[in-house]
């Protein structure tokens, strides 16, 4: 299993602004997610953090927006840059753990003003 | 990408009955169908999982079953309780690894 925790756990930001956001896993896993979940819906994919390497992009989703970073193998970061009300929403980090098994953190809280 | 549909949205039943909920997927190269329990508040919980050259799994009071020529795979509880009652993801994984939800089934087992 993986333990991921999450910083914050939650913020309030003006519109403008950029907040970034950090993952931990308490153990080396191979890939590591970011997800964006807005009140009342499902999960969607933001992107693949690759270790060492450019981050995968889901359609809808650009680098200048969400950067992401991954130094190693059980940390990654996500920026939401320049943010307006619109990227209120709560952001989850996730780790593949093993083969098959997905564990998510906490989320982190975000609201825009 | 995987899409990934997913019915109903909201299901209520009562305690003791069964619930089941459904998903099709898109993408026939998905190899891997995880179910997620989410309560409010938290992070999702996987609760059972299904590899594609499985046809049906089963734990206690929950079992999933996989239908991969039809592109379908279906959750059921058995015997609910109250303590069921939370949003329910089924999710795809593709052959990069990527994962992709379904929109969510409300359950609330009444007492």
């Known amino acids: 299993s993986a333990v991921i925790s999450q910083k914050p756990s939650r913020d309030i930001c003006q519109r403008g602004t950029s907040l970034t956001i950090q993952c931990q896993v308490d153990?080396?896993?191979?890939?590591m997610f970011w997800y964006r979940q807005q009140p009342g819906q499902s999960l969607t994919l933001i992107a693949t953090?690759?270790?060492?390497?450019?981050?995968?992009?889901e359609s809808g989703f650009v680098i200048d927006k969400f950067p992401i970073s991954r130094p190693n193998l059980t940390f990654s970061t996500l920026t939401v840059s320049n943010m307006s009300p619109e990227d209120s929403s709560i952001y989850l980090c996730?780790?593949?753990?093993?083969?098959?098994?997905?564990?998510f953190g906490p989320g982190t809280r975000l609201t825009v003003l | 990408g995987e899409n990934v549909e997913q019915h109903p949205s909201t299901l209520s039943v009562q305690e003791g009955d069964s619930a089941v909920i459904k998903c099709t997927y898109s993408?026939?190269?998905?190899?891997?169908f995880p179910w997620y329990k989410q309560e409010l508040g938290k992070r999702p919980q996987l609760i059972i999982d299904?590899?594609?050259?499985?046809g049906e799994k089963k734990d206690q009071r929950i079992a999933v079953t996989l239908n991969k020529t039809a592109k379908h795979f279906s959750l059921h509880i058995t015997e609910t309780q109250p303590e069921d009652s939370a949003v329910y993801f089924c999710?795809?994984?593709?052959?990069?690894?990527?994962?992709?939800f379904g929109t969510g089934t409300s359950l609330t087992v009444i007492p």
């Open positions: 996730s780790a593949l753990a093993g083969v098959d098994t997905q564990y």
């Open positions: 153990s080396q896993v191979t890939m």
């Open positions: 953090a690759n270790q060492g390497s450019e981050a995968t992009y």
């Open positions: 993408d026939s190269a998905s190899n891997y």
């Open positions: 299904i590899r594609s050259n499985v």
């Open positions: 999710a795809a994984r593709n052959t990069g690894n990527q994962f992709y």
